[in-house]
C-alpha cells in the first residue's frame, strides 16, 4: 500500500481531469468513485448533491485522490510531478500530452490545461548536468532537447 497519497482539488472537473490523466499515462485506472450526498448539505454544498465528490486513481500504478470541489484552491508551480522519460520520444510524447500553457515553461516543466505543473525530464537528468554548459543549456529550453547537452 503506498503511504502517501497526492490529493487533487478540482474546481468542477475532476471526472474530466481523471479521465485525461488515465489516458496519458500508461498503466493507468480509476480505482473508485464517490458521490457527495443528496440530503444533509450546508447551503454552498448544495450545488454539489449527487455528483462526483472524489476519485481514487492510478496514473502509472502511482496511487492518487482527486476531490470534485469548487475554485477555494488552485494548483500552482509550487508542487510539480516529475515524469521520468527513457529518451526523446517519450519526452516529446509526455510534452505534447501535458504541455498546455506554453508561455510559462521551462527547463522541462510545463503547466496542464488543469493548471497541474509537471516536470518532462530525462531519466539521466543528473549525468547531463555534469556536461559543459548544461545549465545554461537547461535554462534556455523550454522542453528538454536532449541532444543540446
Known sequence: ???????????QNAEEAVEFYTSVFPNSKILSTSHYPTEGLADFQKQFAGKVLTIEFELNEHRFSAINADDTFKFTGAVSFAVYCKDQEEIDYYWEKLSAVPEYAQCGWCTDKYGLSWQIVPENMEELMEKPNAFETLMSQKKIIIADY
Open 1 to 11: 500500500m503506498q503511504k502517501i497519497i497526492p490529493n487533487l482539488w478540482f474546481n
